[in-house]
């Protein structure tokens, strides 16, 4: 089965640096996304990469995916304290027909000290 | 921008107690999905709705769990007998194609 490993577990930075989150899947997917979440909220939706893509961008953030290493790696820049979440991957296997499930990756916890 | 919405925020009930957790899709979505995560552990999948029929579901989504639409509207997921272990946040998410937008949870407590 699917199963998403993020590492590092925990990252702490100060405002204005970089901060690098990888996950690594082990099977084939469709789609890889990646997610915050606030501590006890709602999952914020943040990019979304197709398996024949290999890098994506949204304002700070870069994704990349290498399918044949089975990982991903999500790049904000310039982090910002409102930038403190986890930070979780998903991906998705789409089967024909109805949208697949995601399988979720352990997390990120990333802290942005101001 | 349209978003999914949850209700009730927090629930406690008795264990052994039905639950009922509410959604509101966003309007022109046709897949719609039920997750939990215990606290301090993964978001896991639980089921999966489309075309007024369950999709896919996990172990988790034993003879206690049922979804229903019951309007255009309301995706709902009941808990017939709640257990202890059933505690956890329950999000909601739709689709209307590849991104999966999820709601704000309900924090189902079980005592």
């Known amino acids: 089965s699917q199963q998403g490993e993020e590492d590092p577990q925990a990252l702490s930075i100060q405002e204005g640096e970089n901060a690098t989150m990888n996950c690594s899947y082990k099977t084939s997917i469709n789609n890889l996304q990646w997610y915050r979440q606030n501590s006890g909220r709602g999952l914020v939706h943040l990019i979304l990469?197709?398996?024949?893509?290999r890098e994506k961008h949204s304002g700070r953030l870069r994704v990349t995916l290498d399918t044949s290493k089975k990982s991903s790696s999500l790049l904000i820049t310039a982090s910002r304290a409102a930038d403190t979440a986890s930070y979780f991957c998903?991906?998705?296997?789409?089967?024909?027909?109805?949208?697949?499930?995601?399988?979720f990756g352990t997390g990120t916890l990333l802290a942005v000290q101001p | 921008e349209p978003e999914v919405t949850q209700t009730p925020s927090h629930q406690v009930t008795q264990m052994g107690q039905e639950v009922i957790l509410r959604c509101v899709p966003i309007?022109?979505?046709?897949?719609f999905y039920w997750y939990r995560q215990i606290l301090g552990q993964k978001v896991e999948f639980l089921v999966s709705?489309?075309?007024?029929?369950?999709?896919?579901k996990s172990e988790i989504f034993d003879d206690q769990f049922s979804v229903e639409r019951p309007d255009g509207s309301n995706f709902t997921l009941k808990i017939r007998s709640t257990k202890l272990e059933d505690s956890a946040m329950y999000f909601c998410?739709?689709?209307?194609?590849?991104?999966?937008?999820f709601g704000p949870g309900t924090r189902l407590l079980v005592l």
């Open positions: 709705f489309y075309n007024n029929e369950i999709s896919e």
């Open positions: 998410a739709s689709s209307g194609g590849r991104t999966q937008y």
């Open positions: 990469i197709r398996s024949n893509e």
């Open positions: 309007s022109n979505h046709l897949y």
């Open positions: 998903a991906t998705d296997r789409d089967i024909g027909g109805a949208t697949n499930k995601l399988i």
